[in-house]
């Protein structure tokens, strides 16, 4: 099970600005509060191709839990709140997702 905050960022912020934010305060926050577990943070890639249309989110971050509970509660926890606070003036919105792994045989 995994919780997963699609984050976008405000147009009136650099992607550099929004990168760093991200890739710091917020990844900070976020990690003292996950305990090891399994986690992926991705962010669009400086070198799309030409053309392409743009993400939908400028980024994504994953935290893995063993049940839906615990995704829950850590998705409304102190801790996760404070980190998104740290994207404040950055985020034009974060949207929230519960989700159980989908296994393909």
């Not at 905050?5 to 600005?17: F, G, K, N, Q, Y």
């Not at 917020?26 to 400086?46: F, H, M, N, V």
């Not at 509970?69 to 034009?92: D, I, M």
Request: aromatic share 6%; glycine share 6%; proline share 6%.
């Amino acid at each position: 099970v995994c919780s997963s905050d699609l984050i976008r960022r405000t147009a009136a912020v650099e992607p550099e600005r929004f990168e760093e934010a991200v890739r710091g305060p917020y990844a900070e926050k976020i990690a003292e509060a996950t305990d090891g577990r399994r986690r992926e943070l991705l962010l669009p890639s400086a070198d799309a191709r030409a053309g392409d249309p743009p993400p939908a989110f400028d980024a994504v971050d994953i935290v893995w839990f063993d049940a839906a509970e615990t995704a829950v509660a850590f998705s409304s926890s102190a801790v996760a709140q404070q980190a998104r606070w740290e994207l404040g003036g950055r985020a034009a919105g974060i949207e929230r997702l519960i989700a159980r792994g989908l296994q393909i045989i």
